[in-house]
C-alpha cells in the first residue's frame, strides 16, 4: 500500500489486500492489488481498502482510503494519499514519534491545529459498514484487551 498514490485510488475505488501473493519475490503483507470487478468491498468476503475523501479542519481536501471493517470504526486505518507518501491516521499499538508527527505534518502542509479534527467519507462503495468519520489526531491504541485508544497531535 505504500506505493499507492492518487491517481491509482481513482482508477481503481477498490483494492484488495494481496494475502495470497505474501511470500511471492518483492510480495507482503502490505501488498494491494485492485478489483475493478467489484461494485463494492465485503469485509465478510475479504480484506479491502477503498478510496476515501478527507477534509481537514481548515476545509483542505486530501485523497486517501480506508479499509471496511466489522468490528470497529477505528480499525478501518483511515489513511492519506498525496504524491509525496501516505500518512497513517492510525498507529496501531504505538504511540507516533515526534519526528513522524513532524515528517506527516510537513508532507501535508499542515499544523495539527488546520489538520485536526479530520472528516473522511469512502467514495468506494462498501456493504454493510458505514465508512465515515472524524478523527481527532493520529490514533493509537492504549489498551489491546478493551480496544481504548487515544490521539497526539489533535486539537482540544
Known amino acids: 500500500m505504500p506505493d499507492?498514490?492518487?491517481?491509482?485510488?481513482?482508477r481503481f475505488p477498490i483494492w484488495e489486500q494481496a494475502l495470497d501473493e505474501e511470500g511471492?519475490?518483492?510480495?507482503?503483507e502490505e501488498t494491494v492489488k485492485p478489483r475493478p470487478d467489484l461494485a463494492e468491498a465485503d469485509p465478510s468476503e475479504g480484506m479491502f481498502i477503498v478510496r476515501a475523501e478527507f477534509i481537514a479542519r481548515d476545509g483542505s481536501r486530501?485523497?486517501?482510503y480506508v479499509s471496511?471493517?466489522?468490528?470497529s470504526?477505528?480499525?478501518v486505518q483511515p489513511?492519506?494519499?498525496?504524491?509525496?507518501?501516505?500518512?497513517?491516521?492510525?498507529?496501531?499499538?504505538?504511540?507516533?514519534?515526534?519526528?513522524?508527527?513532524?515528517k506527516h505534518y510537513a508532507l501535508l502542509g499542515k499544523t495539527s491545529t488546520?489538520?485536526?479534527?479530520?472528516?473522511?467519507?469512502?467514495?468506494?462503495?462498501?456493504?454493510?459498514?458505514?465508512?465515515?468519520?472524524?478523527?481527532?489526531?493520529?490514533?493509537?491504541?492504549?489498551?489491546?484487551?478493551?480496544?481504548?485508544?487515544?490521539?497526539?497531535?489533535?486539537?482540544?
Open 4 to 10: 499507492l498514490r492518487p491517481g491509482d485510488l481513482e
Open 24 to 28: 511471492f519475490p518483492g510480495q507482503n
Open 62 to 64: 486530501f485523497d486517501g
Open 68 to 71: 471496511p471493517q466489522l468490528d
Open 73 to 75: 470504526t477505528f480499525s
Open 79 to 102: 489513511t492519506l494519499v498525496t504524491e509525496g507518501g501516505q500518512v497513517n491516521l492510525w498507529c496501531g499499538s504505538f504511540v507516533p514519534e515526534p519526528e513522524q508527527l513532524q
Open 114 to 156: 488546520e489538520l485536526f479534527p479530520i472528516r473522511f467519507r469512502a467514495i468506494g462503495a462498501t456493504r454493510g459498514v458505514p465508512l465515515e468519520g472524524e478523527v481527532p489526531g493520529f490514533l493509537y491504541l492504549t489498551d489491546w484487551q478493551s480496544g481504548n485508544f487515544d490521539a497526539v497531535g489533535h486539537v482540544t
